[in-house]
């Protein structure tokens, strides 16, 4: 019989929706817990919350939180994560952080486990999970960049309310039955709650995900091209994002154009690599009507690859459909996986 | 005083919801009608339609309706306009075609007014409506064209569910309904009515439009690749979409990458040249957090564009949001367009 190495793990941001998926996926995955601390704002602590059959009371998130912490799994905001990540390197612990606070830090390795695990290797205390929706992109593209060179990406995004947060999606369902009643609407969240302008998301699609950049792109789609950039280690590709907000409560849909460096490769060599590349689920037969959808993708941790085709005028040129569940792979299951991968490398004293 | 001519118009398909709007278009844009023949199959003839008040009943289409029509716009599927448009033509009618029977047809002209008006000068009696995915786009994009050059375009749609028909628009919100009641759902329209699958529409993405060609391409998408490079006269053109269904009731959206010819232009002068182009509403101001949304474009004649930004890393690329009511200048508005241009170029006797 041999024993097991467990750890003291503690997520921050237990009551959000990321949090909850943390969790989750800690007990799905049978993580090595020898204890789970739940750590939140003052607002939620106290409530209870129930893993492996054992209820637990969510304390709030203090420096002292994470004495004794060995692996500290972050998503309740990057004001958090800046002021209290610190401190529990501080004390000892392993950040995962899933807010956007060091991602661009050069010193912090951004990671996805099936693209650039390597990276862990260089922490200094700190790991950021990339944005939910360049992971599941990376995910599908790193095994064409490696066998086949990548020079361009286009990518319009299809993405849920989820992302926004529980309460976006309660504002989703409570709008969508007003409308279905003929009743009036008045958003309060969506796209940005602190914007100063909020529009319906029903029966819509808002062409807005974070605020806006001077050169006309939103924070959401210079997260896309910056952060590929940075965990595929190409800072001279060529990337470019639309993103969009939906009336989908989970599940991110891309519709992602590529243009490879190396020419002469069919739609059957690209789909034959993806259906064995890691965490990479392909789903592409048109005579069954057989592509990703973000309804079925929900509670899954793959990247769903589908709608494969050559572009019908570059012949380095290709087209897919690509869906994930943006709090599972996009989020909760990536930073558990980035753990996971942490104690397969033996960086967790 | 002067006499107006008035022509007497028929609307094949008037109990569908393109030929409800067609009816509502010419009413609204005071169409010299002197009579309205509203024609059906005869499973819906028989209904009453009210047109500038007077009450107008619904005919079953037979080849002998045309009789004395000047101006026939249809809208009842490609079967219906294969078998009676030439019968119209015939009884001496001038066909305006909503359906895809005669787009790809050489010596049919397909036009949209702000594009392409002067192909209706070659017209052989029957002019053919182009796909609604593919009007609102080269609306936008045309202006574009004329000034710098177009080499290519690279288009991903966001499509609402009202281009399936009425009874689609119903399927969604009883499933909407009965998902938000926690209740089972059977889907039985989208994405493809004759399809052997069938899939929720509501809080999901189908990216499904059509039925695939062997290519794997949807004929949607093929329909947007082939009618832009007719209308636009462009064999050569660079185009390839990808075409989604989303839980919207009307206004079809894009996310559209061009490459233009010409280098060194500005996004200030592609917004300034957009804003002064015939058929097309500027919505551009990220400050403002405006842009063009699909609940916002109901019931409106106009193209709307926004997010215009300059390409990060080619210099003649540009990205853009292009949002229309697609039962509007993706239908009904086109096609009574058409038929305002044929009476200004004086083409009806």
Redo the contacts between chains.
């Keep these: 019989m041999t024993e097991r190495k467990e750890f003291r793990v503690a997520v921050v941001g237990a009551t959000g929706a990321v949090g909850q998926q943390m969790i989750k996926t800690l007990e799905n995955r049978d993580f090595p817990v020898s204890e789970l601390v739940l750590l939140s704002s003052a607002r939620s602590a106290g409530s209870k919350v129930i893993y492996k059959g054992n209820e637990i009371t969510v304390e709030e998130a203090k420096p002292e939180s994470f004495a004794g912490v060995d692996i500290a799994l972050f998503s309740a905001g990057g004001s958090v994560s800046k002021q209290l990540a610190p401190e529990a390197v501080r004390h000892g612990a392993i950040v995962v952080d899933n807010t956007s606070a060091f991602r661009m830090d050069e010193h912090i390795p951004l990671v996805v486990p099936e693209v650039n695990e390597e990276d862990l290797l260089n922490h200094n205390g700190i790991i950021a999970n990339p944005n939910c929706s360049t992971i599941q992109m990376v995910v599908a593209l790193e095994p064409l960049r490696k066998r086949y060179g990548l020079d ?1 990406i ?1 990518v ?1 995004t ?1 993405q849920a309310v989820s992302g926004a947060g529980g309460a976006a999606v309660k504002e989703m ?1 409570d709008q ?2 007003a409308i ?1 009643d003929g009743k009036d609407i008045d958003p309060q969240i969506l ?1 940005v709650k602190s ?3 909020h ?2 998301i029903a ?6 995900i974070d605020t ?1 950049v001077e ?3 939103t924070y959401e789609e210079m997260k896309m ?1 910056n952060e590929t950039k940075k965990i595929m280690h190409m800072p001279e590709l ?3 994002a ?1 993103c ?1 907000r ?4 989970t599940g991110h ?1 891309e ?1 992602v ?1 590529i243009e490879m460096t190396e020419g002469g490769v069919s ?1 059957t060599d690209v789909k034959a690599l993806l259906a064995e590349s890691p965490g990479v689920v392909l789903q592409d037969d ?4 057989l ?5 079925l993708c929900v509670g899954k941790r793959d990247v769903f690859v ?9 012949d380095k ?1 290709f ?1 897919m ?1 690509v869906v994930s569940d943006n709090l599972l792979k996009g989020a909760a299951w990536n930073s558990v996986q980035i753990a996971e991968s942490l104690v397969k490398l033996g960086l967790v004293k």
């Design positions: 361009k286009i319009s299809y369902e969508t039955r279905l796209p914007g100063e302008k529009y319906q029966f819509n699609a808002i062409p807005q806006f050169n006309g792109f091209i060529q990337i470019a639309t969009v939906l009336p989908v409560g849909s519709s154009y739609a048109p005579e069954q009507q592509y990703p959808m973000p309804a589908g709608r494969i085709r050559k572009d019908l005028d570059n040129g087209h459909w």
